[in-house]
């Protein structure tokens, strides 16, 4: 019975315990060489034949943890490496021979079923990747191997469980923070995942050596050369993709936006051109960054959504998106499109549309063709793209949702836009991608989704609305809770990222190795482009004197650090910057700090 089981189950756990603890410690110690380990593809053979899909899909998509460990039981043999990639893993033959009494077989196995797992796994975080391989190693003593992958799910969990959540980052504003911030911003969430709409170079420096996946944009002004000439291509690569290899990690180029939404036709036929040429070009100077080339759609591609089964294509795309699935099945490249609950809800605002986009209990929407009943208007898109992709012959491809999100606030006429609302579509929707429940359609898996957006951007044209989509202020501070914070952070009243406190106390000035370039850099940073009032260091001012870059950067870095919220990370300036309890005023200028 139950009691039985679990008795078993404890003696198990008190017999390998002092073995899977170092299993363990080696696990975590080796968290710094994942991305190097994923990175090498290992081929893996069956040398009694392909493992069958039907299998390879249950190890892949299964929502149960459990469930995918059952799947690594399968009949030997299951899967090795070579003796290189072994020396490299986790499990040392050192290690084994020290422990005789661990029966573990090995035996030598190639890559190709291994890719399909990989590509069927509906992931490419890297630390995952790594996970299953190592699990691999573990296969005949079984009770040894459920240890620790249980630990392995304690290590990995929280953070690999929202390793399908990202966001988009736009820039259509002027009071943006440093790039630098907000990529330690980043760090301090959930967040795995970042979509540029472009390819700024400080936002892309300021990524490197986070572990945070970017996709990059190419703007639809630029799909003309690109789709008729090679060599603006490679120009493209060259000057957007290659300066920030291998430090940050592109994982897409998405050509364009929307390009197929009712409107301009002209470019429609010019982006697969753009996007084979730029994969070309990938392929030929960046081989192995397995960077993908892809697209992003409005839900306007479809000329029917409801019920989610009768999804289907606009019948004037179907050359086009033929075309352009075509090549995503050929370079394994996902299908990028942007639903918004928010919109179907404007255009039925009734209090039960309201209750089914926000992921609230309602009696839910059945399907009469599928059969299926729908609890939210995101699970119901999701599935109409996949009915859509289905009837064009595509079943297989990779979905993502490239962007969604709920404005908190917006004009009189613009029903639902609230801080409530946007808190509760944001926080469940997170909630949802982290129970991997999926989709009546695509159960069992969660799909890659970018919350947009991650600032507002003030200067966006158009209703309130379109400027007020931000889950944080320009200071850094969360507009509300999206359930994005790491656990174990501190929270602050309503708040769902960490509010590290401010500085009790201090200034922020030049360190003393930095340049007067460097400074001077930081000094037309904080005046021209942050709107510090920098008066004071103007001619006449009571700051003026003396007439240095040093003394003017001091006084304009440590007024920007004051006006952002004195977190450490705001007195950075690429490193130029160092806090200090002593204060830099002097006479006449007085240097806005504690004690000020």
Same mark, same amino acid.
């Given at each position: 019975?139950?009691?039985?089981?679990?008795?078993?189950?404890?003696?198990?756990?008190?017999?390998?315990?002092?073995?899977?603890?170092?299993?363990?410690?080696?696990?975590?110690?080796?968290?710094?060489?994942?991305?190097?380990?994923?990175?090498?593809?290992?081929?893996?053979?069956?040398?009694?034949?392909?493992?069958?899909?039907?299998?390879?899909?249950?190890?892949?998509?299964?929502?149960?943890?459990?469930?995918?460990?059952?799947?690594?039981?399968?009949?030997?043999?299951?899967?090795?490496?070579?003796?290189?990639?072994?020396?490299?893993?986790?499990?040392?033959?050192?290690?084994?021979?020290?422990?005789?009494?661990?029966?573990?077989?090995?035996?030598?196995?190639?890559?190709?079923?291994?890719?399909?797992?990989?590509?069927?796994?509906?992931?490419? %975080?890297?630390?995952?990747?790594?996970?299953?391989?190592?699990?691999?190693?573990?296969?005949? %003593?079984?009770?040894?191997?459920?240890?620790?992958?249980? #630990?392995?799910?304690?290590?990995?969990?929280?953070?690999?469980?929202?390793?399908?959540?990202?966001?988009?980052?736009?820039?259509?504003?002027?009071?943006?923070?440093?790039?630098?911030?907000?990529?330690?911003?980043?760090?301090?969430?959930?967040?795995?995942?970042?979509?540029?709409?472009?390819?700024?170079?400080?936002?892309?420096?300021?990524?490197?050596?986070?572990?945070?996946?970017?996709?990059?944009?190419?703007?639809?002004?630029?799909?003309?050369?690109?789709?008729?000439?090679?060599?603006?291509?490679?120009?493209?690569?060259?000057?957007?993709?290659?300066?920030?290899?291998?430090?940050?990690?592109?994982?897409?180029?998405?050509?364009?936006?929307?390009?197929?939404?009712?409107?301009?036709?002209?470019?429609?036929?010019?982006?697969?051109?753009?996007?084979?040429?730029?994969?070309?070009?990938?392929?030929?100077?960046?081989?192995?960054?397995?960077?993908?080339?892809?697209?992003?759609?409005?839900?306007?591609?479809?000329?029917?959504?409801?019920?989610?089964?009768?999804?289907?294509?606009?019948?004037?795309?179907?050359?086009?998106?033929?075309?352009?699935?075509?090549?995503?099945?050929?370079?394994?490249?996902?299908?990028?499109?942007?639903?918004?609950?928010?919109?179907?809800?404007?255009?039925?605002?009734?209090?039960?549309?309201?209750?089914?986009?926000?992921?609230?209990?309602?009696?839910?929407?059945?399907?009469?063709?599928?059969?299926?009943?729908?609890?939210?208007?995101?699970?119901?898109?999701?599935?109409?793209?996949?009915?859509?992709?289905?009837?064009?012959?595509?079943?297989?491809?990779?979905?993502?949702?490239?962007?969604?999100?709920?404005?908190?606030?917006?004009?009189?006429?613009?029903?639902?836009?609230?801080?409530? %609302?946007?808190?509760?579509?944001?926080?469940?929707?997170?909630?949802?991608?982290?129970?991997?429940?999926?989709?009546?359609?695509?159960?069992?898996?969660?799909?890659?989704?970018?919350?947009?957006?991650?600032?507002?951007?003030?200067?966006?044209?158009?209703?309130?609305?379109?400027?007020?989509?931000?889950?944080?202020?320009?200071?850094?501070?969360?507009?509300?809770?999206?359930?994005?914070?790491?656990?174990?952070?501190?929270?602050?009243?309503?708040?769902?990222?960490?509010?590290?406190?401010?500085?009790?106390?201090?200034?922020?000035?030049?360190?003393?190795?930095?340049?007067?370039?460097?400074?001077?850099?930081?000094?037309?940073?904080?005046?021209?482009?942050?709107?510090?009032?920098?008066?004071?260091?103007?001619?006449?001012?009571?700051?003026?004197?003396?007439?240095?870059?040093?003394?003017?950067?001091?006084?304009?870095? %440590?007024?920007?650090?004051?006006?952002?919220?004195?977190?450490?990370?705001?007195?950075?300036?690429?490193?130029? #910057?160092?806090?200090?309890?002593?204060?830099?005023?002097?006479?006449?200028?007085?240097?806005?700090?504690?004690?000020?």
């Amino acid at each position: 019975g139950a009691r039985g089981c679990w008795t078993r189950l404890g003696f198990l756990i008190n017999r390998h315990l002092s073995v899977a603890s170092l299993y363990v410690g080696k696990v975590t110690k080796s968290l710094n060489r994942a991305s190097l380990l994923s990175s090498r593809k290992s081929r893996l053979f069956e040398p009694n034949g392909p493992l069958p899909l039907s299998r390879a899909t249950e190890v892949s998509s299964s929502s149960s943890p459990f469930l995918r460990l059952r799947a690594f039981f399968l009949p030997a043999p299951l899967c090795l490496f070579s003796r290189h990639a072994l020396q490299e893993s986790l499990l040392s033959p050192r290690d084994l021979s020290s422990h005789s009494h661990l029966p573990f077989r090995w035996f030598l196995m190639k890559n190709r079923i291994f890719d399909v797992l990989l590509r069927l796994s509906n992931t490419r %975080n890297r630390r995952k990747r790594l996970f299953v391989k190592k699990s691999f190693f573990l296969k005949q %003593n079984g009770s040894l191997f459920l240890i620790l992958n249980c #630990a392995l799910l304690l290590l990995f969990g929280l953070e690999e469980s929202q390793s399908f959540v990202g966001v988009n980052y736009g820039e259509v504003a002027d009071n943006l923070p440093p790039p630098e911030a907000t990529a330690r911003l980043l760090e301090s969430t959930t967040v795995s995942k970042i979509r540029l709409y472009g390819t700024d170079p400080p936002i892309l420096r300021a990524l490197a050596g986070t572990n945070i996946s970017v996709i990059i944009g190419a703007a639809d002004g630029d799909i003309p050369s690109l789709a008729s000439d090679p060599s603006a291509a490679r120009r493209w690569v060259s000057a957007n993709v290659l300066p920030f290899l291998p430090a940050t990690a592109i994982s897409v180029v998405s050509v364009g936006n929307e390009v197929l939404a009712p409107g301009d036709a002209s470019l429609g036929p010019q982006l697969l051109p753009a996007m084979r040429n730029l994969h070309s070009a990938l392929s030929e100077a960046a081989p192995s960054a397995g960077i993908k080339v892809s697209t992003v759609h409005s839900m306007a591609v479809l000329a029917s959504s409801e019920p989610p089964s009768a999804g289907a294509f606009r019948a004037d795309l179907t050359s086009t998106l033929a075309g352009v699935l075509g090549f995503l099945r050929e370079t394994g490249a996902p299908f990028m499109i942007n639903p918004y609950p928010y919109f179907a809800y404007q255009s039925d605002p009734r209090p039960e549309t309201l209750a089914f986009c926000l992921f609230r209990p309602n009696p839910g929407r059945f399907d009469s063709g599928s059969k299926l009943t729908y609890t939210n208007m995101f699970d119901a898109q999701l599935d109409a793209v996949k009915s859509a992709l289905t009837a064009a012959g595509f079943s297989e491809a990779e979905v993502v949702v490239a962007e969604t999100g709920w404005p908190y606030r917006g004009d009189q006429d613009e029903a639902g836009a609230t801080v409530d %609302n946007a808190k509760a579509f944001n926080g469940n929707l997170v909630a949802h991608l982290r129970s991997m429940a999926g989709t009546p359609l695509m159960p069992g898996r969660s799909v890659d989704t970018y919350i947009f957006a991650l600032y507002d951007e003030d200067l966006k044209p158009g209703p309130t609305s379109e400027r007020s989509f931000g889950l944080f202020r320009a200071d850094l501070s969360p507009v509300y809770d999206a359930g994005l914070a790491k656990t174990g952070t501190t929270q602050g009243n309503s708040t769902g990222t960490p509010a590290r406190k401010p500085a009790a106390a201090g200034w922020c000035v030049p360190k003393a190795e930095a340049t007067d370039e460097d400074l001077q850099a930081n000094l037309d940073y904080a005046c021209a482009q942050q709107g510090v009032d920098c008066r004071p260091i103007q001619e006449g001012g009571t700051c003026y004197l003396p007439n240095t870059v040093r003394s003017h950067a001091a006084y304009a870095m %440590n007024q920007l650090y004051q006006n952002t919220g004195r977190h450490g990370w705001d007195c950075d300036f690429r490193k130029t #910057a160092v806090l200090t309890r002593d204060n830099p005023g002097y006479a006449t200028c007085v240097y806005s700090g504690a004690g000020s």
